[in-house]
């Protein structure tokens, strides 16, 4: 098929300050499916249209923050691909044994020059979207809180923005979908995607390594939009942005807080991306406008809080 | 990247009877934009948020239908690779010259044993989405009618289902999404993508060849599909079926039909569809259902009106 | 106030057949709250956002249809005041005594023209909508189905319609919002209004009387109507039509069908109306279009299926 | 009928600091239609979907504001019973003789505790909302910028709250629906309906009198909640808040400001309302949970910026 290499963000593991706060609201408010637990206590959940058995795995630890984030690639093959592509690239691999997160094959993992820890793998074991592959409805019953369809993606802090962006596009064929540059014209923002989506990973720079801006869910509509914030509103859910529409990518979007100070998002919408389509850029001047497209004022937390 | 080889559904030829009313319902009905018109009297259009100078050619006949169906690929070196998937296969392959199709590059066209005729693509004159490169908004000022973001993907009718759907995956690397299973068991509808949309072209069973069923064009959300259907209705454009869903793609519908009786869709929706996701089957008994999620009853004219 | 008088439809009891599919009809399905039951067997049910003890009240009877309709007056004067009104304009009263429906003070009853029963009440026990009166969420917790916040109106069958329209109008201060004319200029559909709304309560003619159309419920936006759509046909409850919008009174809509055939609706939407606003007429060409403003085609069972 | 005293909002006259620009916001931003100008220069504009000439005038003065706000009532003779209630309850009234706004006969003012100045009138030119009587589609062709299809209220900022409150529900029949207390529970906020709307007209205290909060615009749906705030993005319109929600009426907002620095709001949802509905009352701690549902926080200027 078209759609070969690296198909799509895979799973991100959350750390979290205490376990409890955090499955009530990724459970009870966002309405992940809890899928398993682990010997080491880390607890797995899925978004309900998602078809392997986790997307997001909770760490219970003292900071909050993201350990690693992976991307599902099409086979086994493809993973030695850009295994070899990365260590041709005069990146170190290292290789995370089949097993280490629950039903998931053998990891390739790497640091990027932002200083974040990226995984590939091929293997994960299926679970279903609740629906049967014969005759399926349109929806599960039994959906809870804010009901995301899948983990989208996420948006890391950390310096290197060029030198990441380049190692993604020219060792794993990411496209470079949309940038922000700074008043002297450099790259501080890379939106990057591996799919038809506006984006599939993106960075943002700020002066220090390896920070987890957000991790964004995607909801079905504006309307689904509408009632993640009401959910947010009745739980005093800290609610940094939105409902709110971002310029780039034109995803209309919702930024939260989980109870460790871990960014969330709930995300609609977004352009399709082929890669004949133009970069697009953001200039200094109306990056505010790009990031907060109602209201053009750049939220002062956005640019100092991440973990 | 990841998306490479097929990109995506890129042109459609039309036969419409007469060609005034033909472009009142594309323009200022459905609202595609007139980028080009040609010595033979083509008209050629393009939905709004497409890059390329057209994806609609209407050409004026003596009985609707479908000329041919183009794919856009990713470069000149895909065409030639899939030009010998294609005669490796054993499938007849024309070769239309560079600029036979307004500011097109060559293309590649073979027939299915379906009857129908596709070509594949590789260049094609860049128009634009009427947005800047630098701090777009998220949509241009001037939009008409029902608005569509893109043309989708065309549901075509003609016999020999299962060897139609097996070229498309052996060949051209297609993904079967879903299928409908006759009461013997036998697939009498193939849905297949070459990206992560639920499906880029269909074919649906039926003792003829070569016949077109609809042309699908992309709405934003289900508010947008409520517009054009008060476009519809204001303007008395013949409605078959929709506000609707389907149970097939989970899309959000209206079937409606140009003034020659092409039958033509809005459609929302559908999930994002990965290469590791099972294949999807719709039994005879549910294929009502199917496609008309909403009602669950097989409108008459579904199966018998084509073009 | 401005708002006196009659202020709202207040009740409707209906017969079903059987009450326990009624009951998973109405609670799980339509998503109204059982809130009471009485020495009859009859179940009392409400929707979440009326605050009066019950909208809806099931009878379990040899046949469906409605027993009567009844609506709520401003206080034990204005009771009187219609009462007097009803009688001085020839009809007959019925006082039906306090107690008869749980919670519900004394009803004055009264046969229409058209045959049906309807009734006006000032007082009925205080329930709630399940939301605090001090700082209260938008919307409780514990929703079920498709959650209508309110019991909307009931269109009714029968003779005599222009009769029928003018003992609302002049005994009981309704207004006319719109009217369906036949073939020889005579009404055969009257809306009337006692508030704001496009109707309260509709009359279309057949040639018996008493007969119930549809019981309306109202939903908060199109999304719930897909919502609701997406509950039906999961279910499979049999739909008449839609999702589509109805020319008179502009509210989108699906009519679907309780277990015992009584037609359901779910509504959305609906101009606000002011009594000197002009009164809309739809000619006998274009009642499809008014009906069913989607598709401008006459649904078979439209004029043929009542309860 | 059960809608009779005073019907609804019918007119607010603002100040502008220059009429090309607030011509340009509100007729090609906001999507009012021009209807008639006067000697004065005053230009007069109305919501597509108001019959009457207009609800909007604009008068050229060197500070923005609102001169005064107008309510239409059911005929002369109630006219004429509230000016007897006003000056029954110590009120004084002026009469404003027909004519001094077009199309509009004689007006009669007072002053509220809370300095504004209120209208009410009986008689107003009829304009039409573009479509027939006979008929009619669903929304008129033409529709420009956000077209809220009505002029729906004005929040307006002063002392005596309480005493204000009281005139509108003593001498005008107004229903209070919600009301804000302060610390030490005295009203600081008063809503106030004269019909099934959860508000016809707000006051919230300030240490002033006379001062406009804001103007308020329906919008049919949370769609177009989002597409005026692309329209106020793409053209740089100052946003204050939005797209959100208030607790107080559970209505769905954005707040923006006009060339002059008039804040205006687009509104969709709300409550129905009856008069025998409870009082809501919002405490002082979750006042801004009231206002700003989405957030939480006041939004600073919200308390100091008015006209």
């Known amino acids: 098929m078209a759609m070969t290499g690296i198909l799509r963000p895979g799973h991100v593991q959350l750390r979290v300050m205490e376990l409890g706060p955090a499955l009530h609201h990724y459970k009870e408010m966002v309405g992940l499916i809890e899928t398993a637990r682990d010997a080491e206590g880390r607890v797995y959940l899925k978004a309900w249209d998602e078809q392997d058995l986790f997307s997001i795995v909770l760490r219970e630890a003292d900071r909050p923050g993201m350990d690693f984030y992976g991307f599902k690639v099409l086979d086994a093959k493809t993973l030695e691909h850009y295994a070899k592509r990365l260590t041709d690239y005069g990146v170190a691999i290292e290789r995370i044994p089949a097993g280490e997160l629950?039903?998931?094959?053998?990891?390739v993992r790497f640091e990027t020059p932002s200083g974040h820890l990226i995984e590939l793998y091929a293997q994960k074991q299926h679970f279903g979207n609740g629906l049967p592959d014969v005759n399926p409805d349109v929806w599960p019953d039994g959906l809870k809180g804010m009901h995301p369809s899948r983990f989208d993606h996420v948006l890391l802090n950390g310096d290197s923005i060029p030198e990441t962006a380049k190692l993604f596009q020219e060792a794993l064929d990411f496209d470079?979908?949309?940038?922000?540059?700074?008043?002297?014209?450099?790259?501080?923002?890379?939106?990057?995607?591996?799919?038809?989506?506006?984006?599939?990973?993106?960075?943002?720079?700020?002066?220090?390594?390896?920070?987890?801006?957000?991790v964004s869910f995607h909801l079905e509509s504006w309307d689904e939009i509408r009632h993640a914030a009401d959910i947010m509103s009745k739980n005093y859910i800290p609610v940094?942005?939105?409902?709110?529409?971002?310029?780039?990518?034109?995803?209309?979007?919702?930024?939260?807080?989980?109870?460790?100070?871990?960014?969330?998002?709930?995300?609609?919408?977004?352009?399709?991306?082929?890669?004949?389509?133009?970069?697009?850029?953001?200039?200094h001047e109306e990056t505010p406008k790009g990031i907060f497209y109602y209201g053009h004022k750049m939220v002062e937390s956005f640019v100092t809080a991440n973990t």
Do not use: Q
């Not at 629950?102 to 990891?107: A, D, L, P, V």
């Not at 993106?202 to 957000?214: D, N, Q, T």
């Open 176 to 214: 470079l979908s949309e940038r922000i540059v700074g008043p002297d014209g450099s790259m501080v923002g890379a939106f990057l995607a591996c799919s038809t989506k506006a984006h599939d990973v993106a960075f943002i720079h700020e002066e220090s390594k390896g920070r987890l801006h957000h």
């Open 102 to 107: 629950k039903g998931t094959g053998e990891r």
């Open 240 to 283: 940094e942005y939105g409902p709110g529409r971002h310029g780039l990518t034109r995803g209309l979007t919702i930024y939260f807080f989980d109870p460790s100070g871990n960014r969330n998002e709930t995300f609609h919408g977004g352009y399709i991306r082929y890669p004949d389509h133009p970069v697009i850029t953001w200039t």
